[in-house]
């Protein structure tokens, strides 16, 4: 599975920003997607994850309420809309995918150590 993320920018604080992660090769499967981010200096962390139905989904706290991850399967994309967004969203994000044996979302979601398959990352800057 290939995962090509897109759609950041730069923007200011309290704007929107929507990413796509649009993923090819052996895309049929029970695949959990999920974003996460990295910010200068600090430790990739865990944004968000969705089922491969779409009907399960986690956020981290501090993006509750002004994310929101969904997905089209029909054409195989992940979708992050990012609004009221602060300057320490800051970060390059990235889409990664797991085959998962469960129809929901497991605790082990949040863990990129699960994760086997990653996107190439898309800048997001905020400006205050």
């Known amino acids: 599975v290939q995962l090509q993320a897109s759609g950041g920018g730069l923007v200011q604080a309290g704007g929107s920003l929507r990413l796509s992660c649009a993923a090819s090769g052996r895309t049929s499967g029970n695949y959990v997607m999920g974003w996460f981010r990295q910010a200068p200096g600090k430790e990739r962390e865990f944004v968000t994850a969705i089922t491969w139905s779409g009907s399960s989904t986690r956020y981290t706290d501090s993006v509750k309420g002004r994310f929101t991850i969904s997905r089209d399967n029909a054409k195989n994309t992940v979708y992050l809309q990012m609004n009221s967004l602060k300057p320490e969203d800051t970060a390059v994000y990235y889409c990664?995918?797991?085959?998962?044996?469960?129809?929901?979302?497991?605790?082990?979601?949040?863990?990129?150590?699960?994760?086997?398959?990653w996107g190439q990352g898309t800048l997001v800057t905020v400006s205050s």
């Open positions: 990664a995918a797991y085959m998962s044996g469960s129809w929901t979302l497991l605790s082990d979601s949040t863990n990129y150590h699960r994760y086997d398959y």
